[in-house]
């Protein structure tokens, strides 16, 4: 089953020095011959792009999923994504009819990155989140997405989900 919000950036506390933790920070952090930085504070993102904002509304998508799956509501799903991921949530419910009830416990979400490829705006959004997917679970847990989502390239219009991948556990 694929589904995954509080905000929750990784941030790097080591001094950018040699000698802490053994790292040459800044080696580590600047771009040798024009490529993007190996380590980035802030993601990609356009400017003037609300982070906040879209963070708030893909938490707020994250829930709404795990919700309308736990019921089957595909109708409501179709509200917020793009056809293709339609096709694929039905396909996962024509194979999986039983009705869940998942509780969520603990949303972070993080943004990865926002590019625009073609005549689309793409944006990628890393989700942690602690779960219970069956009341009689001992303990919650640890369910790590990334979400992409488009809109088209002006943007205008609202954010559809396309896609989730899962990040193993290491």
Request: charged share 25%.
């Amino acid at each position: 089953r694929s589904t995954p919000g509080s905000d929750s950036t990784h941030q790097r506390t080591a001094a950018p020095q040699s000698g802490k933790g053994g790292f040459d920070w800044d080696a580590l952090t600047t771009p040798s011959s024009g490529q993007q930085p190996l380590y980035q504070d802030e993601p990609k993102k356009p400017a003037g792009f609300d982070e906040e904002e879209f963070l708030r509304g893909a938490k707020a998508a994250y829930t709404r999923l795990n919700n309308a799956w736990d019921k089957r509501d595909l109708s409501d799903i179709a509200q917020f994504s793009t056809p293709a991921f339609q096709k694929e949530i039905q396909q996962q419910a024509a194979e999986d009819k039983t009705p869940g009830n998942t509780e969520i416990m603990l949303v972070n979400a993080s943004l990865l990155s926002v590019d625009t490829v073609g005549d689309e705006q793409i944006a990628q959004v890393y989700f942690n989140v602690l779960l219970r997917e069956d009341p009689s679970q001992e303990a919650p847990i640890d369910v790590r997405e990334i979400w992409h989502f488009v809109r088209p390239a002006s943007g205008d219009g609202t954010w559809k989900l396309d896609g989730i991948q899962q990040v193993e556990n290491v």
